[in-house]
């Protein structure tokens, strides 16, 4: 099989935006000069639609922004640029349920660090057909390991910045997958618990759920600000506060949230049966909270 | 100007080999789903030529695979296949001092941190004619900043593997340009110094030349080694220790080194001249040893 038949073949129901043209997924390349590619310097978002709507695409462009200010990353366009572009891209596939990833390089430049000496932004949106959550994770929950990796300090490439440098990450779902394991969480260098590969973290102890505070080191997730506000709507109490894997190992319950994946209860941390080793009460209940309240919006 | 255009004059005197293809420079593209160009998945080593023979070919190549082990990235090439491509690229340009820079990704593969889900690696050489260093770097040396943005640390993403992710160094690269100087020296976590964004670090003090040890999270430099070999050949004393950026500021005589740019004096580093404020004695007298050196291999 060559590269352009896996890629017919992986990439079926995908739509790509190359700079506002649509194109197959087979034949969207990009310059081997652009700094996306050479260094990773790029930043990108993650979305989905839910019956034909996009969810809270204005604050995946706002973080977008953010992003591109922690990286000193000029972006050629406007928010509502940004967002025509994703919209059109989210029309041409044609389906209700959608995953939605749009990026933006610093475009093709001589080769080196300067970046004085680019061209122009290159702008990717890719659109694929978005599949339901399997049911075993809310019959069963997932397994979670803490990783060896360590998360990115901020002072060193701030986990804020949503950015195409992805290493750190990858190391430690490598580090997951060869355990078996659903995912990882990642620790700071003074130990204390940050985020999962691509999603936030949180525990559940007696009635008070905790997540980690952003001068952890963690994006901050989209879904992660709407559990606050739902909780807050529903008299649950949440406290951002650091702590430590002997904390999460000893919660009530422990999830994840993530833009793509929602709330997904996590069962097991390496050996350790989270509560009962199901998923929790209160979990599965900050998720139905959730699901009720993204119609809403 | 377009994109293909900018890349035309950009890239005048360069050759690319795409997997074994000698191609246009405007022509080489790579899928926007190669995971080089998703997450900066992906490994590097750069070299050059003097009249006509590639320098430490062989122990960029050893590099090469270190940094793929570090990552878990699988090379599908043997060193003498990624040798004979780097020498065909060579060839082609048709200069006896080229610029060689060879890359692999991880290939295309499925959106997501799953490394299993991966095509084949591809294979990127870029070769361009170099440029002899400016005389004034010998005459005047450089400016260099401390930088305020943390090298990676060894335990998230080790600076001993050269990949794709460069924001970290790119940062402290910025940082440098907004002060009008020429690089960055980066400090690890503990505050001492590592390296430059892609350069070896060194200080003479007395009669002994020190640079920082691997342990303080730095990349093995090719020349770092050459210049070690060469003092123990002439009797100059090198020490391998952690020193911070006031016994850098405080030193007789400040170079870095690089595979492309050889031996460059430092007379600067944020406000405070090194020395006189001009090319050492001894950083000098290395530079020559080296040149000469080189010309034996």
Redesign the interface.
Known sequence: MS?RE??QK??ENTV?N?NGSLIK??D???????R??????SIYEVTRSYDGKILYLDQHIERFFNSAKL??LKIDYSHAQIKTEVEKTFKALNTPNAYL?F?ITR???????????V??NNL?I?G?VQKPNPETWYKDGVHFIIS??????K???DPMAK?????????A??EA?EKNAYDAIMLN?DGFVTEG??NNIWMVKGEAIYTAPLSAGILKGITRDAVFEICSKNNIKVIEAEFTPIDLKNADECFFTSSIREVVPISKIDDTLIGKGKPGELTLKVLQLYQAYIKTL
């Open positions: 590269e896996f890629l992986t990439f790509v190359f997924p087979e969207a390349t990009i310059s081997i000069f652009d996306g590619f050479l260094y990773g310097d990286l000193s990833r990026m475009g093709v430049g001589e080769i080196g660090l300067d970046i004085s000496k061209y122009k990717v890719i694929r060896s990796v360590v998360r990115n300090s002072d060193s490439l950015s195409g440098n992805y290493l750190n990450s990858i190391l779902y490598i997958k260098k590969t691509t």
